[in-house]
């Protein structure tokens, strides 16, 4: 099953995607294109995450600290 793709992700399952309900915690059950970004990069940078969430910051760290603060972009 580790290889199977998610029909609403195309991300491997058990993997997050930008339409990966989230699994645990304040925002459990929104979709991680909804996660605000502080509340990811609080939990990056407080080492409280691994395995598929740590990846999924990781392709998106760009994207959340600009999200964060607008002024990255410029």
């Known amino acids: 099953m580790k290889n199977q793709l998610s029909l609403l992700n195309d991300v491997p399952e058990g993997e997050y995607g930008h339409e990966t309900p989230f699994r645990w915690g304040k925002y459990q059950g ?15 940078n407080g080492n409280k995450i691994a395995g598929p969430l740590l990846k999924y910051v990781h392709a998106n760290i760009k994207r959340l600290k600009e999200e964060h603060n607008p002024k990255l972009k410029q």
Do not use: G, Q
């Open 30 to 44: 929104v979709m991680m294109r909804d996660i605000p970004a502080k509340y990811l990069l609080d939990l990056y």
